[in-house]
């Protein structure tokens, strides 16, 4: 099974339907759940997912009664969520290389230590790092 590092920019694109890229985030979902992917992640994930979708909501893009939905659904993915304190240096490396935040590098981290694929929806990010990091994909590339 492929191990795959997704950020929140990704795991919106499932709850949001006005996202850009939303079919290619949710092709990834079904692939996880059909055990084809295994994703992982920073333990930060559901806190982004969860402060993500309150902004959402007060900016119109999702009614509240739907947040409560949307956050069961995500945590009962069982995503495999691993604790900064196992690569907070390659936190603070990636940060300072690419002038991303800690949240940012977090990801980038994981990736790097576990020899997995990082695939993101931020723009910003992907075109920080896409020159040297080969391994951080483009959401629109998979």
Do not use: C, H
Not at 10 to 20: G, H, I, P, S, T
Not at 58 to 86: N, Q, V, Y
Request: charged fraction near 30%.
């Amino acid at each position: 099974m492929n191990r795959v590092v997704i950020d929140a920019s990704v795991a919106m694109k499932w709850y949001l339907a006005d996202e850009e890229l939303g079919p290619k985030a949710l092709d990834l979902l079904d692939k996880y759940v059909s055990d084809d992917l295994d994703f992982l992640a920073p333990s930060l994930l559901p806190y982004e997912v969860v402060n993500r979708l309150m902004i959402a909501q007060k900016r119109g893009r999702i009614e509240e009664k739907r947040i409560l939905e949307a956050i069961e659904g995500f945590m009962a993915l069982g995503i495999k969520l691993k604790d900064l304190s196992l690569f907070y240096p390659r936190v603070l490396k990636f940060s300072q290389a690419f002038s991303r935040s800690a949240y940012d590098a977090s990801y980038l981290a994981l990736a790097e230590e576990e020899s997995a694929i990082f695939i993101t929806a931020d723009k910003t990010l992907f075109s920080n790092v896409k020159e040297e990091l080969k391994w951080v994909k483009w959401l629109g590339d998979v």
